[in-house]
Every structure is written in structure tokens, then in C-alpha cells.
């Protein structure tokens, strides 16, 4: 798998940002990540919402944790995610816009796909 990665899709991630993942993963991560690319093993950091704001960001002492505020703005955040937004989503609200776009999309393909007439 990292191979494929490695070889056929270098250089594809800008930053990975894994929020509160559990401690089995990061445990999983620190096996194989003597195995991943430096410079990809760089760009994965795991987000601990609960830790401060560091004086010095933990991004740039290359630790794989991070705060909340290196990755995301708390102000625009769900608080469901430890962020200060009042905002959540509404599955009833958002869930019809969706299904409008996978609609159209179909739609279109669709008609590319038909054999003139």
C-alpha cells in the first residue's frame, strides 16, 4: 500500500490532520511510520482539541501532536468538535441539497453516456 502511494501518487497530500484519534491508531502509526516517507510522515499530525494553544505552536517542534488552533479556527469550529460555533449540522437540513447534486451529476453523465440517436 505505501508503495502504491509512494510510487504513483507522490507528493498528493498537503497536511493530514487526524482529530482525536484513538490511542490504538496512534499506537498503529508508530509502528509502521518508520516505513512512510519522511516527508509524508511530516505532514501527518494528530489533533488533541482538549490541549491549550501551545506559546509555541507543536506543528513547528515536529511532534505528531498538535492543538486545536495550529489546524483549525475554534471560533468557526462545532462545539460537537471542541470548537465555540454555536453552528451544528442538521442531517433533515443539508441531506436534500445533496441528493439535488448527486441528481444532476447522474443526469449529466447520463446523457454523455446515451448512444445517439
Known sequence: FLDTLSNHYPERL???AV?????FFVAFFSLVSPFIDPVTK??????????????E???ATGGPWIALEDVFDRQALEKDCGGD???SYSHAAYWPAVEAEFALHKAQLLAKLAPPQ
Open 14 to 16: 498537503g497536511r493530514a
Open 19 to 23: 482529530f482525536q484519534p484513538p490511542r
Open 42 to 55: 511530516a505532514k501527518v499530525s494528530f489533533v488533541d482539541p482538549s490541549a491549550p494553544a501551545p506559546a
Open 57 to 59: 505552536s507543536a506543528a
Open 85 to 87: 460555533s454555536p453552528a
